[in-house]
C-alpha cells in the first residue's frame, strides 16, 4: 500500500446568505470557536472556526443562491464522543432526531440541517463501527 501522505483533513469551505444564522449554529449552539474574521474595509466578508482537534470550517458570504452548481458536497460530519448528549443540545432545534447504525460501516450517526440549509451529520464510533480500530 502507499503511504498516506495527508496528515489531516484541515477545513471545509462553505458559502452563507447570513452570517447570524451561521454565528447561531455553529458557536452558539455546537460550541464551535471563531478564530479569524475575514474583513474588507471593516466589512466581515468569511470567519474560520475551529473545531477541535486540528480541524476547521471556513465561512465565506455569498449572494448566490446556488453557490457551485457542479459541486459534489453531499454533507459535513462531526465526530462526537457522547451523541446522546449533541441530539439532547440539537433536539430544541430539530424534532425528530434519530441515531441509526450505517448499514455498512456500522457507526452510530444521524443528521440535520444548519441554519442555512446544510447537511451536518454527526458521528460517534465505537467498538460496533468499522472506523474505531483506526481512531482509538
Known sequence: ALPILIYSLSHVSI???????????YIKILGLKKIHEFKNKNIT?????YAGNNTFLEFFYSKKK???KNSNLRHICFTTKNI?????KLSKFFKGIKIIRGKTDCVAQFFVKDFENNIIEFHQYDNKSIQ???IK
Open 84 to 88: 446522546l448528549k449533541i441530539k439532547k
Open 45 to 49: 466578508y468569511g470567519i474560520f472556526l
Open 15 to 25: 458559502s452563507y446568505k447570513d452570517l447570524n444564522k451561521v454565528e447561531h449554529f
Open 66 to 68: 446556488v453557490i457551485n
Open 132 to 134: 474505531y480500530q483506526y
